[in-house]
């Protein structure tokens, strides 16, 4: 294996271990967001609580449960988005090498989902907002144009297997 590679198993192990923990880190906020949810929804949230929850002073419980279901949406982008990446990594370094047509393929579907969650979890937090009357803060922050180099960088990964897949035969 040459040191170039090595390097990339290592970045991509690193990778992964972040992956793993933004995961779990998404599960858990996604169970708090449903546990808000439905203390909200059932009154087994007293008004002061509620206001240090959302950070207001003045707030209803429906509100409260909008914000709860705002976090929960956002949660559940990120449980999928991080579980993509999470799988992915765990490929990569099963394979060894990013230059698998396989990796390529899974690196460009990260690329797409990166392009397109923020911008279906912003409409759909962008409707919560508006039934509810409150003001969920939820930001791009990035992700196109990090969707734009992983799908770039996919096309690099099936040349390098192609490349690879010749020099073997």
């Known amino acids: 294996m040459s040191k170039n590679l090595q390097i990339v198993q290592k970045i991509s192990k690193v990778l992964g271990i972040l992956a ?4 779990i880190m998404s599960l858990v906020g996604l169970v708090c967001c449903i546990v808000g949810l439905v203390l909200s929804l059932v009154g087994g949230l007293s008004q002061e609580l509620a206001a240090k929850i959302v ?8 509100q409260v449960a909008g914000y709860c279901l705002g ?3 956002i949660c ?4 999928i988005v991080t579980k993509l990446h999470k ?9 060894g090498t990013p230059f698998t047509q396989e990796s390529a393929k ?3 579907t990260l690329g797409i989902v990166n392009l397109v969650a923020p911008f279906i979890c ?20 990035g992700s196109f144009a990090t969707g734009i180099v992983m799908i770039l960088l996919s096309f690099v990964f099936a040349y390098g297997a192609e490349l690879e897949e010749k020099a073997k035969s």
């Open 87 to 95: 799988d992915y990594f765990e490929m990569e370094q099963a394979a």
């Open 106 to 108: 899974a690196f460009r």
């Open 55 to 62: 950070k207001e002073g003045d707030v209803t419980m429906k």
């Open 76 to 79: 559940i982008v990120s449980v």
């Open 122 to 141: 912003t409409i759909m937090v962008a409707i919560v907002n508006s039934v509810f009357k409150i003001n969920v803060d939820y930001h791009i922050d």
């Open 71 to 73: 976090g929960l949406i």
């Open 20 to 23: 793993k923990i933004g995961f």
